[in-house]
């Protein structure tokens, strides 16, 4: 009997990162405050009312335009080079093993956290930019003001500043994310209680996004202050580690909480969309 089966193209990662991201917006933009932060804590709940308080409700998508230049350069880059790669290595939809399902994630990832390394920094300091005092604030219109405001005002070089750490982080994310996804999905529906529908999604989507959170988070702080560190004030990446290793290790892990409660939601909502439009637009492919 003949199979036909809906294959993602390979820019569907990129729109459903997108989606995801306005809305989970909000989260992120806490976690990168809560990450920056360097002296006394303060709880996700408290934060969250200090800068309504201050700043109003819109305050919480500061940065929105840069988040979603992020997605749709970053995501459609790991997802297009992975969904890719998959059906190059298995034209035919055989089973792809989970060691060289990391490694086609891993290349995926390093090349997405490298092109996204630019607009991951002017998230990073739009979202940051509400808790500056005024006169310190770079105040960016857009995404697009941002990325030539930096080119402009401290060099093309400056665009890629903390390019290692956002490489070594999306390596880890992209593996978290689309190679357990892909492993955990597959052996659910192995099993004769889930078929591939939402609650296989949603199981397999959650575990990745938790998998994804504990790996990726020590790099993640080092990546966000490297991104809105001023021009000079760290050498090199051992400097920015040895100096956040001083507030103790747990300084690592900032932000774990917050990372987790926007990742997982992300995570959830970009595989549910995903599923999404390969099933209603994907391409058909007759086994």
Not at 80 to 97: M, R, W
Not at 267 to 272: K, N
């Amino acid at each position: 009997m003949t199979e036909v089966q809906r294959i993602s193209r390979w820019y569907f990662g990129g729109l459903a990162s997108a989606g995801a991201a306005c809305c989970t917006h909000p989260l992120d933009l806490l976690k990168v405050h809560l990450q920056t932060q360097q002296q006394g804590k303060i709880s996700i709940g408290k934060l969250t009312l200090s800068i309504i308080r201050k700043q109003g409700v819109l305050a919480l998508y500061s940065g929105l335009s840069a988040s979603l230049c992020r997605q749709l350069t970053y995501s459609t880059t790991r997802f297009g080079i992975y969904e890719v790669a998959k059906q190059g290595v298995s034209p035919n939809g055989e089973a792809i093993s989970f060691p060289m399902r990391i490694v086609l994630a891993s290349a995926a990832g390093a090349a997405g956290g490298f092109v996204g390394t630019p607009a991951d920094m002017v998230n990073v300091r739009m979202q940051n930019d509400i808790k500056l005092p005024a006169g310190s604030r770079r105040n960016y219109k857009h995404a697009l003001d941002g990325l030539w405001r930096v080119y402009r005002e401290e060099g093309v070089r400056r665009l890629w500043s903390g390019a290692t750490t956002a490489t070594g982080r999306a390596v880890l994310m992209t593996v978290g994310q689309l190679s357990f996804y892909d492993q955990i999905k597959q052996t659910l529906l192995a099993t004769p209680h889930f078929d591939d529908g939402p609650s296989t999604h949603f199981v397999a989507s959650l575990s990745a996004g938790a998998i994804a959170t504990t790996l990726t988070q020590p790099l993640d702080v080092l990546k966000t202050r490297a991104m809105n560190a001023k021009p000079g004030e760290f050498s090199s990446l051992l400097q920015l580690a040895a100096f956040t290793a001083k507030e103790g290790p747990l300084a690592f892990f900032k932000g774990y909480v917050p990372a987790f409660v926007r990742l997982a939601p992300h995570t959830i909502l970009t595989f549910i969309f995903l599923e999404q439009l390969r099933k209603n637009f994907g391409f058909l492919k007759t086994e």
